[in-house]
Structure formats: structure tokens, C-alpha cells
């Protein structure tokens, strides 16, 4: 069984830089064929998707947060991390990692974000 964890900043600045890492275990991140994704939540916007890594580094990004978004990985901790630069209060929102991008098979809990000076 596939198991996600989000971690990280519960509180970001605005105009700082959001990071999250996700430690994902029973399983590997390098397994072909597998998606990993960054998804987030919000009253006001709903369901998110961000992007994702896919099992050989490729990185796809929505268009909508493209020029600020960047994920990347650690194979040695099987972990993927999300950076989302330069945050306003509308990137306040429960952060999920997952595995999967049009279906998702395997959630992290989540972790709320705060943006706040």
C-alpha cells in the first residue's frame, strides 16, 4: 500500500516562497509509468491540480501557475518537492500530494497553508 506524507511551512509570507516536500512510501517514486502530482484546496477555488513529476524526472505544470511553480525530486528519499514562489493569500489552501494525475490512485492527508504577514 502506497503511502504519501506532505511536509513543511504551515505559515508563508507573502511574496515568499511556499516549499513542501512529500515522503512517499511502499513504493517508488522511479516506477515506471508512475505520475506524481501536487493538488490543492480551497472554499474559493475548489480542487486544484498543480503539476506533477513523472517516474523519470519529466515535469508538467498548469498553465495558470506555470511561471511561478517548480517540482522536483530526491530518488535517494523517495520524495517530490513543491516550490510555488512569490504567494499571495490566494495560495492559501490544504496541499495534497497524490499519486496519479487524470485519476488519482494514493492521497497524502494534506497539509494546510496559510499565507499571512
Known amino acids: 500500500q502506497v503511502q504519501l506524507q506532505e511536509s513543511g511551512p504551515g505559515l508563508v509570507k507573502p511574496s515568499q516562497t511556499l516549499s513542501l516536500t512529500c515522503t512517499v512510501s511502499g513504493g517508488s517514486i522511479t516506477t515506471n509509468g508512475y505520475a506524481w502530482s501536487w493538488i490543492r484546496h480551497s472554499p474559493g477555488k475548489g480542487l486544484e491540480w498543480m503539476g506533477l513529476?513523472?517516474?523519470?524526472?519529466?515535469?508538467y505544470y498548469s498553465p495558470s501557475l506555470k511561471s511561478r511553480i517548480s517540482i522536483s525530486r530526491d530518488t535517494s528519499k523517495n520524495q517530490f518537492s513543491l516550490q510555488l514562489s512569490s504567494v499571495t493569500p490566494d495560495d492559501a489552501a490544504v496541499y495534497y500530494c497524490a499519486r496519479g494525475s487524470g485519476t488519482i490512485y494514493f492521497w497524502g492527508q494534506g497539509t494546510q497553508v496559510t499565507v499571512s504577514s
Open positions: 513529476i513523472e517516474y523519470d524526472g519529466s515535469t
